[in-house]
């Protein structure tokens, strides 16, 4: 990937390009006007590309020419950019599979704000802002500027971390075409991409029109097909893992860490086939064969009494329903036309339609230690053995561990549909000033289709089989049976009839609007008015916008009557108007050590439906020390107002992995003071001294929900940096800019294992609101229920340095074009209560929050040759933060994962007839994961989990 560096709107290339000409135009033609340029990261028109905040610029090839499947992809591997919704782990939640959200610094993809040239862009995730590229058209991208410090002020709310902005080719002309087919190395994982764009000048070039049509599509790639990640692991205590006991005087050694993560092991307390259990005692009683006879349950002698890890041990491979690549299909139309109605207007229109489908494949419905999935003595599918066992053992019913995957993994498959329109008038209307109106309508619809859901009241019937007079085998209930009642055999893989499976499933579909209105008018002068240091520069305007968003969930599944969670729906609106300006101000000018001194001021002022009266500023700095060196600095402070989901969505039922602390294996990790608190406190909730339970190994129920009354998240960001060009080095350029953003009254949902730590350890005892939000069954004590909903009660703050080199220059007989991009992370710190000052957990350095990653390009073009060469560092990384390794300093022998380094490489050949050929490789020394991760988690997925990528580009320009 070839990154281009900008001080501005341009790479160092064109900046070098730009220097030469403003110092020809001083020599030789004084009294020409000089071009004015609209500057990345204000609105002001200046001369020259100087931009007063923090940016890094990609060109649009760079986007288009790798084996990625989209541009978020490609964005995703720059060290500013979080992987926090990318392919790969995009189906981590309900609703977002194939969605791709770009999330700057890694601080939530609500706080970065995606623009199109400027303007905003209709939402694809319901009740956010947050935008899918997949939305943009690839073809036609010029540039992406991505931008940090002082945002909100100029480009509006959502900008708190900064903004990233598409700036799109303006005139088309001529016919691209283009085709990329890619194959894996280390599994049966293809993409292919298409482009087409074709536009011409009309009316003897006052106008121009142009259309595109894109598609793009990959296969899902399982687990289990890539090498990488087919193997099951499991943690074991240490001595289990072992065979022997843990010295006493090593519990905090890392050599000797609590548990051991071993290969070729997992559950074997639930199967694909049924694991038998005894509900009285729940012991382990067997496993169903195909037949529905049964079968001893073999652990050996590694077994913790949940996972085994012996050679043969009957483990289930939960990976075998994780899909790391999700089957992706994407079409995009664009249409576009600008006519200058005079010589000083010009009008333009644009079009886009995009649908995008992505699918999920998750873990098929399953039942782990439910009371309600039993199988009764006289089950006419009963193997008369397993009915002798049941005799022998007194037991009128048994209980059954089963994942169904005979019934079928659940699928879930979304589909975006986006629309949008824009159009608007531009240009001067004097001399000196600019004008841009404009009207933008987007809209986007969802639907989530939800295959195999399970009915709950129709498998319960279908499972409670038995024989009617005449021998037939039947549902017990005679109104089941009214109703169509299949009887189903769960006892064994496949023993279930396609019948039954159509009795005990239903599809279940949701779906979503999202709507967006905005008109802005934004006026400009660069030349308001002179001082002695040169011109006054101002931009100002007004802004209205109108968001909507709706869900409306499947009117049975919202019922809780199925397996998949009973979803809230929202309706939610809000409209904003805004007034803004920009001034910049040059105060000083050719005197000793300042070539130019100019300070830069934004304040955006907000009017919203929601949240009343909100205010955004920002002050700035630009120093030009000299012609080769300058310095920039910016103050700002911004607003996040929030959304409509945080606002209005319904209370949903979600599940989350907790454990639960009053158990005793729980009260034996802690100090005698921290274990008399914690356990008089349990049992003040009525949890008994000796309770000790694995039911927390399943994920327990949870309600979450919006909450009207919350306040904007209130953040103030710093920006110092230098940019260094030199005259005696012709083509190199060197920027380092440090960052700080932090984030107060950040909407934060509580954590649930937080809500049970805080009461359960509360000094004070149980009568907290925290331990209001918990229910307990009063016969098990088991968790049943944990609330949760949103609040403003974090903070957030982030700081490190960027560093980006460029170096182009001539050798070898042709072109080189060389970069250096890097972000070292100084802190990333996340107070879960803001007024707890220090009660936080810095996260630098943790998987996720990187402390170093950087990205070198090199391009070398020989005649119609172009070799390019790019390689990414990331490195090594902590997996428990330093707040939970103070607690526990050796919770596993997995502590960390080493240096990454990943290698993309291609060659091409452009013909002189505008045929273009290019043979590419992505992780060209197939580099493999690191650890035991699959690559799909948020901070995971920054390492590739396809391998060694080959594609082929074949291309016509004309």
């Given at each position: 990937m070839r990154l281009a560096f900008a001080f501005g709107a341009a790479s160092s290339m064109l900046l070098a390009g730009a220097v030469s000409a403003q110092t020809e135009t001083e020599d030789t033609a004084e009294n020409e006007a000089v071009e004015r340029i609209q500057v990345t990261g204000s609105r002001i028109l200046r001369e020259g590309a100087i931009a007063p905040s923090p940016v890094t610029v990609i060109s649009g090839e760079d986007l288009v020419n790798t084996g990625a499947m989209n541009i978020g992809e490609v964005l995703n591997k720059l060290p500013a950019l979080a992987t926090t919704f990318s392919l790969a782990n995009s189906g981590r939640f309900i609703g977002t599979a194939g969605v791709s959200l770009l999330d700057l610094r890694g601080m939530g993809t609500d706080r970065t704000l995606v623009l199109v040239d400027g303007k905003r862009h209709v939402a694809s995730s319901p009740g956010t802002s947050s935008v899918d590229t997949n939305t943009i058209p690839s073809a036609w991208i010029d540039r992406v500027e991505i931008i940090t410090g002082g945002a909100s002020a100029v480009y509006g709310a959502d900008a708190v971390t900064g903004v990233v902005n598409f700036v799109l080719?303006?005139?088309?002309?001529?016919?691209?075409?283009?085709a990329i087919k890619g194959f894996a190395d280390n599994s049966s994982y293809q993409n292919e991409k298409y482009t087409f764009s074709?536009?011409?000048?009309?009316?003897?070039?006052?106008?121009?029109?142009?259309?595109?049509?894109?598609?793009?599509?990959?296969?899902?790639?399982?687990?289990?097909?890539?090498?990488?990640?087919?193997?099951?692991?499991?943690?074991?205590?240490?001595?289990?893992?072992?065979?022997?006991?843990?010295?006493?005087?090593?519990?905090?050694?890392?050599?000797?860490?609590?548990?051991?993560?071993?290969?070729?092991?997992?559950?074997?307390?639930?199967?694909?086939?049924?694991?038998?259990?005894?509900?009285?005692?729940?012991?382990?009683?067997?496993?169903?064969?195909?037949?529905?006879?049964m079968r001893d349950v073999y652990a050996g002698p590694i077994d913790d009494g949940q996972f085994c890890a012996s050679p043969g041990c009957d483990f289930l491979n939960l990976r075998q329903y994780s899909e790391i690549q999700p089957k992706f299909e994407r079409f995009n139309y664009n249409f576009k036309v600008n006519y200058d109605v005079t010589d000083d207007l010009n009008a333009y229109f644009e079009a886009k339609y995009s649908k995008t489908e992505g699918e999920n494949i998750g873990q098929p419905f399953f039942r782990f230690y439910s009371g309600a999935n039993v199988i009764q003595r006289d089950n006419a599918f009963l193997d008369p053995a397993v009915g002798a066992l049941m005799d022998e053992m007194d037991l009128p019913f048994i209980g059954v561990n089963k994942m169904y995957n005979d019934i079928g993994r659940r699928l879930e498959e979304n589909t975006r549909e986006t629309t949008r329109f824009v159009v608007g008038l531009t240009g001067d209307i004097s001399d000196d000033w600019s004008m841009d109106l404009s009207f933008v309508y987007g809209k986007s619809e969802i639907e989530r289709v939800n295959a195999a859901n399970v009915i709950l009241a129709n498998y319960a019937n279908a499972i409670d089989a038995v024989f009617d007079d005449a021998g037939n085998i039947v549902c017990r209930s005679e109104a089941a049976r009214a109703d169509g009642c299949v009887a189903a055999n769960i006892m064994g893989d496949g023993a279930i009839s396609q019948q039954a499976i159509d009795y005990v499933t239903t599809t279940s579909i949701g779906t979503s609007e999202i709507e967006q209105t905005v008109f802005n008018a934004t006026f400009t002068n660069s030349a308001i008015y002179?001082?002695?240091?040169?011109?006054?520069?101002?931009?100002?305007?007004?802004?209205?916008?109108?968001?909507?968003?709706?869900?409306?969930?499947?009117?049975?599944?919202?019922?809780?009557?199925?397996?998949?969670?009973?979803?809230?729906?929202?309706?939610?609106?809000?409209?904003?108007?805004?007034?803004?300006?920009?001034?910049?101000?040059?105060?000083?000018?050719?005197?000793?050590?300042?070539?130019?001194?100019?300070?830069?001021?934004?304040?955006?002022?907000?009017?919203?439906?929601?949240?009343?009266?909100?205010?955004?500023?920002?002050?700035?700095?630009?120093?030009?020390?000299?012609?080769?060196?300058?310095?920039?600095?910016?103050?700002?402070?911004?607003?996040?107002?929030?959304?409509?989901?945080?606002?209005?969505?319904?209370?949903s039922q979600s599940f989350a992995g907790v454990d639960d602390k009053c158990k005793v294996s729980e009260l034996d990790l802690l100090a005698p003071e921290g274990r008399a608190i914690r356990a008089a406190n349990c049992a003040a909730l009525g949890v008994p001294a000796d309770f000790d339970s694995n039911y927390d190994a399943a994920t327990l129920e949870t309600l979450v929900g919006g909450n009207p009354g919350l306040l904007p998240e209130e953040s103030k960001s710093i920006t110092a940096g230098i940019v260094y060009q030199p005259e005696w080095l012709e083509g190199f350029s060197f920027t380092a800019d440090y960052w700080e953003i932090d984030i107060e009254d950040t909407i934060s949902g509580i954590g649930f294992q937080t809500i049970i730590d805080r009461c359960v350890d509360s000094p004070t005892g149980v009568n907290n609101q925290f331990c209001a939000l918990i229910t307990?069954?009063?016969?098990?004590?088991?968790?049943?229920?944990?609330?949760?909903?949103?609040?403003?009660?974090?903070?957030?703050?982030?700081?490190?340095?960027?560093?980006?080199?460029?170096?182009?220059?001539?050798?070898?007989?042709?072109?080189?074009?060389?970069?250096?991009?890097?972000?070292?992370?100084?802190?990333?710190?996340?107070?879960?209560?803001?007024?707890?000052?220090?009660?936080?957990?810095?996260?630098?350095?943790?998987?996720?929050?990187?402390?170093?990653?950087?990205?070198?390009?090199?391009?070398?073009?020989?005649?119609?040759?172009?070799?390019?060469?790019?390689?990414?560092?990331?490195?090594?990384?902590?997996?428990?933060?330093?707040?939970?390794?103070?607690?526990?300093?050796?919770?596993?022998?997995?502590?960390?994962?080493?240096?990454?380094?990943?290698?993309?490489?291609?060659?091409?050949?452009?013909?002189?007839?505008?045929?273009?050929?290019?043979?590419?490789?992505?992780?060209?020394?197939?580099?493999?994961?690191?650890?035991?991760?699959?690559?799909?988690?948020?901070?995971?997925?920054?390492?590739?989990?396809?391998?060694r990528f080959a594609y082929v580009q074949a291309s016509y320009k004309f």
């Amino acid at each position: 990937m070839r990154l281009a560096f900008a001080f501005g709107a341009a790479s160092s290339m064109l900046l070098a390009g730009a220097v030469s000409a403003q110092t020809e135009t001083e020599d030789t033609a004084e009294n020409e006007a000089v071009e004015r340029i609209q500057v990345t990261g204000s609105r002001i028109l200046r001369e020259g590309a100087i931009a007063p905040s923090p940016v890094t610029v990609i060109s649009g090839e760079d986007l288009v020419n790798t084996g990625a499947m989209n541009i978020g992809e490609v964005l995703n591997k720059l060290p500013a950019l979080a992987t926090t919704f990318s392919l790969a782990n995009s189906g981590r939640f309900i609703g977002t599979a194939g969605v791709s959200l770009l999330d700057l610094r890694g601080m939530g993809t609500d706080r970065t704000l995606v623009l199109v040239d400027g303007k905003r862009h209709v939402a694809s995730s319901p009740g956010t802002s947050s935008v899918d590229t997949n939305t943009i058209p690839s073809a036609w991208i010029d540039r992406v500027e991505i931008i940090t410090g002082g945002a909100s002020a100029v480009y509006g709310a959502d900008a708190v971390t900064g903004v990233v902005n598409f700036v799109l080719k303006k005139d088309i002309t001529g016919l691209n075409v283009s085709a990329i087919k890619g194959f894996a190395d280390n599994s049966s994982y293809q993409n292919e991409k298409y482009t087409f764009s074709y536009g011409q000048d009309f009316a003897e070039g006052r106008g121009n029109a142009a259309f595109s049509l894109e598609y793009n599509s990959q296969n899902s790639l399982n687990s289990l097909d890539n090498p990488w990640t087919a193997t099951s692991y499991a943690a074991f205590p240490y001595a289990v893992a072992t065979g022997q006991a843990r010295p006493a005087d090593q519990v905090d050694s890392e050599a000797f860490p609590d548990r051991i993560t071993l290969p070729n092991a997992g559950y074997y307390l639930i199967s694909n086939q049924g694991t038998v259990w005894d509900p009285f005692t729940g012991d382990i009683l067997g496993l169903f064969n195909s037949d529905s006879s049964m079968r001893d349950v073999y652990a050996g002698p590694i077994d913790d009494g949940q996972f085994c890890a012996s050679p043969g041990c009957d483990f289930l491979n939960l990976r075998q329903y994780s899909e790391i690549q999700p089957k992706f299909e994407r079409f995009n139309y664009n249409f576009k036309v600008n006519y200058d109605v005079t010589d000083d207007l010009n009008a333009y229109f644009e079009a886009k339609y995009s649908k995008t489908e992505g699918e999920n494949i998750g873990q098929p419905f399953f039942r782990f230690y439910s009371g309600a999935n039993v199988i009764q003595r006289d089950n006419a599918f009963l193997d008369p053995a397993v009915g002798a066992l049941m005799d022998e053992m007194d037991l009128p019913f048994i209980g059954v561990n089963k994942m169904y995957n005979d019934i079928g993994r659940r699928l879930e498959e979304n589909t975006r549909e986006t629309t949008r329109f824009v159009v608007g008038l531009t240009g001067d209307i004097s001399d000196d000033w600019s004008m841009d109106l404009s009207f933008v309508y987007g809209k986007s619809e969802i639907e989530r289709v939800n295959a195999a859901n399970v009915i709950l009241a129709n498998y319960a019937n279908a499972i409670d089989a038995v024989f009617d007079d005449a021998g037939n085998i039947v549902c017990r209930s005679e109104a089941a049976r009214a109703d169509g009642c299949v009887a189903a055999n769960i006892m064994g893989d496949g023993a279930i009839s396609q019948q039954a499976i159509d009795y005990v499933t239903t599809t279940s579909i949701g779906t979503s609007e999202i709507e967006q209105t905005v008109f802005n008018a934004t006026f400009t002068n660069s030349a308001i008015y002179e001082l002695p240091a040169g011109m006054v520069g101002f931009a100002g305007g007004l802004e209205y916008r109108d968001e909507s968003s709706v869900t409306i969930e499947d009117p049975f599944a919202k019922t809780g009557a199925t397996f998949f969670n009973a979803l809230g729906e929202t309706d939610g609106s809000y409209d904003v108007t805004e007034a803004f300006f920009e001034l910049s101000v040059p105060l000083l000018a050719d005197v000793f050590l300042i070539d130019t001194l100019v300070f830069d001021t934004a304040v955006r002022y907000a009017d919203y439906s929601t949240i009343g009266d909100a205010t955004s500023w920002k002050l700035g700095l630009d120093w030009t020390i000299t012609p080769e060196l300058r310095a920039r600095f910016t103050l700002s402070e911004a607003i996040r107002a929030p959304n409509i989901d945080e606002l209005f969505s319904g209370q949903s039922q979600s599940f989350a992995g907790v454990d639960d602390k009053c158990k005793v294996s729980e009260l034996d990790l802690l100090a005698p003071e921290g274990r008399a608190i914690r356990a008089a406190n349990c049992a003040a909730l009525g949890v008994p001294a000796d309770f000790d339970s694995n039911y927390d190994a399943a994920t327990l129920e949870t309600l979450v929900g919006g909450n009207p009354g919350l306040l904007p998240e209130e953040s103030k960001s710093i920006t110092a940096g230098i940019v260094y060009q030199p005259e005696w080095l012709e083509g190199f350029s060197f920027t380092a800019d440090y960052w700080e953003i932090d984030i107060e009254d950040t909407i934060s949902g509580i954590g649930f294992q937080t809500i049970i730590d805080r009461c359960v350890d509360s000094p004070t005892g149980v009568n907290n609101q925290f331990c209001a939000l918990i229910t307990r069954d009063p016969a098990t004590s088991e968790i049943t229920l944990i609330r949760g909903f949103a609040l403003n009660i974090a903070r957030s703050l982030n700081s490190g340095v960027d560093f980006e080199f460029g170096y182009d220059f001539d050798a070898l007989g042709g072109r080189f074009n060389t970069s250096f991009i890097g972000t070292y992370l100084i802190e990333s710190k996340d107070y879960p209560f803001q007024d707890e000052p220090d009660n936080f957990t810095d996260f630098q350095g943790v998987l996720g929050d990187e402390t170093w990653q950087g990205s070198i390009s090199i391009d070398y073009k020989y005649n119609d040759w172009v070799v390019a060469w790019n390689t990414r560092f990331i490195n090594g990384v902590e997996l428990y933060s330093p707040t939970s390794l103070a607690a526990n300093p050796n919770p596993s022998n997995e502590m960390r994962y080493g240096s990454y380094f990943i290698t993309d490489a291609s060659v091409g050949y452009n013909f002189e007839n505008g045929v273009g050929l290019k043979l590419g490789i992505d992780n060209l020394f197939n580099r493999e994961l690191p650890g035991t991760t699959t690559g799909t988690g948020a901070g995971s997925a920054i390492y590739d989990n396809i391998g060694r990528f080959a594609y082929v580009q074949a291309s016509y320009k004309f």
